[in-house]
């Protein structure tokens, strides 16, 4: 998925999202039990559990490179370590936004706008994150092994 697709997506999903808020509440506040439960501490625990896995995953992915860099005594990876970073980045800055979110979300009177707001601010959040992990997955399946065929010396591999 190319950037631009993303942030067309984010954007379009923001506004649907506040339409809906605004316009009809009760799609999105605390009377859809599906969101009642989810909008709570169950968020904190999904968005904490694919934190740990990315960042296990990253820092992996950042040492291999490092390896194939060092075998090679060349910089191959400078773009790729840059979206690795900035992808862990933002699943930490997203991390704590739903922090922030639930601890307003907690403090707001109890009315249907702001709940329908904070719920589809929690969405939004999940949907990012699932973008950030498709870029991760995609980035990573990118990356081409460079080995050197021994047919290739041999005068042709059968392919």
Known sequence: MTPTIAWCLIIVVSGALLVTALVAPGHLDDSNTFLKGFVTHELLGVLGVILAITLA??????????????????????????????????????????????????????QPTYQAVTNGLALLIVLIVILILVDLTQLIF??????????????????
């Open 142 to 159: 990118a990356i081409e092994a460079i080995i050197k065929d021994k047919a290739d010396d041999q005068g042709g591999a059968d392919k």
């Open 57 to 110: 995953s990253a820092s992996q992915i950042h040492l291999t490179l490092n390896r194939i860099e060092e075998t090679y005594q060349k910089r191959r990876f400078v773009k790729t370590r840059r979206n690795i970073k900035q992808a862990a980045t933002w699943l930490i800055v997203l991390f704590a936004c739903a922090v922030a979110l639930l601890t307003v979300k907690s403090a707001l009177p109890v």
